[in-house]
């Protein structure tokens, strides 16, 4: 059991199951749907309930669904709230029926189509609101963003600063309450952390999870049930890369520039970090080196950023059905001191591989003045992967 964040806290989690789901195709509303054997309601129950912090749950439904709910999750504890025809008003029905219960110190507000949720996103919401009133959990966009008309390609989207969102929305009850009862009802919301900064509260972003991907179309529950039927094995992989220093060139290393009085020399911006990531990622997936998906002998990849490489390996575990569970990645060198830039280093990594930081390591070594790195000739790096595939793959 987890220890609550938030030690002395009343916390409460809402559960937003109101919606029918068209989208996801059939006549069931997709929260009452099965996967391997339970319902996706009861996934998302199980996955709050876990959590050791969360004191109670409440479930927002749909007029006439409570005894569907109450069938399929047998003797789980829950209290059960008819919603109103839009999200917010569901939303909005919740956190009353929370108030008239005695209220919370902390409200989790969470869609019941997210039903498999980590109990570290937990963590890190309640965390996030010993300083704050408001979070939820986002990942980065890793894919190219466009605009399109009439079927055909329009001009590209900067995603710098781009967001997935997710929920579990953490939010501190009393704030989250009074900016639903103020909030103007001629105007929807997509989600509540909008309600709360529009009655002017800061919402922290915490690192969310790739397994809180939303349920919308039948093609999600397809790739939910394999993913809980299929048994799965962990593969791993180990990299390593050296690469010599240079007077005439930039350092870039673990996806970040790095000030320096040299930089390291290769055929493409020489990232010794990242192609030991890179190396560690195609090994596990058995799938070569990065030499053999991107030979320096091909002028194209001449002066290539690293994080391309990089990408590309994650688009291969993604192709194979994969999930990157952790990376550990060691620099080796005697200068420069990678200790200051080590968060930067981890938060490009997992914004490059669209994974929670959490699941990045970064650490540096020195070779005692021995070998190359300790001539301060190069820089070394070695990296080891670990992957969760499908058993058959």
Not at 225 to 252: C, F, I, K, N
Request: glycine share 12%; charged share 25%; net charge negative.
């Amino acid at each position: 059991m987890r220890r609550c964040m938030i030690s002395k806290s009343k916390i409460v989690a809402l559960i937003v199951a109101a919606g029918q789901g068209n989208r996801a195709g059939g006549d069931t509303p997709k929260q009452f749907r099965m996967i391997a054997g339970k319902a996706v309601l009861a996934h998302a129950y199980d996955a709050l309930a876990a959590h050791g912090g969360i004191d109670a749950i409440h479930i927002v439904l749909g007029d006439g669904q409570e005894g569907t709910a109450r069938a399929l999750l047998g003797e789980r504890a829950a209290s059960f709230v008819t919603g109103a025809d839009s999200r917010r008003g569901s939303v909005r029905a919740g956190l009353e029926a929370i108030a008239a219960q005695g209220g919370a110190d902390i409200v989790l507000i969470h869609d019941a189509a997210r039903p498999f949720l980590p109990g570290g996103v937990i963590d890190r919401l309640l965390a996030a609101l010993e300083s704050g009133t408001g979070a939820i959990p986002t990942l980065p966009v890793a894919d190219t963003l466009i605009r399109g008309a009439s079927g055909k390609m329009g001009d590209g989207v900067d995603r710098d600063g781009l967001h997935r969102v997710q929920t579990p929305q953490a939010f501190r009850f009393d704030a989250i309450m009074v900016a639903h009862r103020a909030w103007d009802e001629a105007h929807e919301a997509t989600d509540d952390a909008q309600i709360l900064k529009g009655w002017g509260h800061d919402v922290i972003l915490v690192q969310g999870d790739e397994r809180l991907e939303k349920l919308t179309y039948p093609q999600d529950f397809t790739r939910a049930e394999a993913q809980l039927v299929t048994p799965r094995t962990t593969r791993v992989g180990m990299g390593y890369d050296v690469h010599r220093l240079a007077s005439d060139e930039e350092l870039w290393l673990g996806g970040i520039l790095v000030p320096h009085d040299r930089g390291l020399a290769g055929h493409s911006d020489a990232d010794v970090a990242l192609h030991a990531i890179v190396d560690a990622m195609l090994g596990a997936l058995a799938e070569g080196d990065i030499g053999s998906h991107f030979p320096p002998s091909d002028p194209q990849w001449r002066g290539a950023s690293s994080d391309r490489f990089l990408a590309y390996a994650r688009d291969r575990v993604v192709a194979r059905d994969g999930v990157i569970e952790h990376l550990d990645l060691t620099i080796i060198c005697e200068a420069p001191k990678i200790g200051p830039h080590r968060d930067a280093m981890r938060a490009r990594i997992a914004e490059i591989l669209a994974v929670p930081i959490d699941r990045i390591s970064v650490k540096a070594t020195t070779t005692e003045r021995l070998g190359f790195a300790g001539r301060r000739e190069g820089i070394g790096a070695q990296a080891v992967a670990t992957l969760s595939l499908p058993a058959l793959s």
